[in-house]
């Protein structure tokens, strides 16, 4: 950002103060990481809401960067799609709903359904609703080993959410990345075991994105209001399968695969916003 003429600030949600009254919204209390002056900005990332402990609290940067956004500050992406799409249930519904190919899924509280649903789907992959980098994902073929799992989701009161397990053409998976509507590249991941996550030691080499797989990934992008986002993709005897979305994703294995700059790619759209 700094060689294209423009001056990075970081800004902690709970660091803002949101004044309003009448049909006047003040958000002039943005404090700089590490700093105590204010400072306005044109445009934002918004990367995360920090560790928060309760519902309110959540609840109250989630609508903290709302205000920011309804004073008219371009925000990428706009916190509900963010919340919206970060979230692995309420993205894949989403997506299903609007007809985009997405894989077998089972979401429940309760484990003796969960155990039920299990059996039907013979082999499955469980993950956190809002977990990532493929930390805590288990792929399961045995219903009563699956229990264990299941009553500790129970015991931490999480929704216990599987999918069918796909056996992956060529072993891996791909991550599509769109910005303003348009691809603008793709990696191919492959782990050493079945899991394809950069985090947990696969390997990226550049990818072309084909007609199918390129219009799956915009749509999907679009059909959750997102101005950028990493789409995992699968491909199986069946065909594509979105297997979820990354509204805040990281790049650093997609640049080292395909040698583009995606953080150059994400300013230059955020100052088109920006000008709109």
């Not at 990075?8 to 006047?24: A, H, M, N």
């Not at 809002?130 to 129970?154: E, K």
């Not at 994105?209 to 950028?228: F, P, Q, V, W």
């Not at 997609?254 to 230059?268: C, G, Q, Y």
Request: charged residues 25%.
């Amino acid at each position: 950002m700094r060689l294209m003429g423009h001056q990075p600030v970081s800004i902690y949600v709970d660091k803002l103060g949101i004044s309003f009254k009448k049909s006047k919204i003040d958000v002039s209390q943005m404090v700089a990481r590490g700093k105590n002056e204010k400072v306005s900005v044109d445009g934002a990332f918004l990367r995360h809401l920090g560790i928060f402990k309760d519902f309110e609290q959540f609840c109250g940067r989630l609508w903290s960067v709302r205000a920011i956004e309804q004073t008219g500050i371009f925000v990428m992406n706009e916190v509900m799609s963010w919340l919206l799409a970060g979230d692995k249930f309420a993205a894949l519904t989403t997506m299903a709903k609007a007809g985009l190919p997405v894989p077998e899924t089972y979401v429940t509280e309760d484990m003796f359904v969960a155990y039920e649903a299990m059996k039907s789907m013979n082999e499955v992959v469980v993950k956190q609703i809002r977990g990532a980098m493929g930390y805590g994902v288990f792929r399961l073929n045995d219903p009563d080993v699956a229990m264990h799992i299941f009553s500790y989701f129970a015991n931490v009161n999480k929704p216990m959410y599987m999918q069918r397990y796909m056996e992956k053409k060529k072993g891996g998976d791909y991550r599509v990345i769109v910005i303003g509507g348009h691809v603008l590249g793709a990696e191919f991941r492959k782990g050493t075991g079945w899991k394809s996550n950069v985090a947990q030691g696969a390997k990226t080499t550049p990818a072309k994105a084909d007609k199918e797989m390129s219009e799956i990934a915009i749509k999907a992008t679009e059909c959750l209001g997102l101005e950028y986002a990493g789409v995992d993709i699968a491909e199986d005897k069946d065909g594509y399968h979105i297997l979820e979305m990354n509204p805040t994703m990281s790049w650093q294995g997609f640049k080292s695969a395909t040698k583009i700059n995606v953080a150059e790619a994400l300013i230059e759209h955020l100052i088109r916003g920006i000008k709109k």
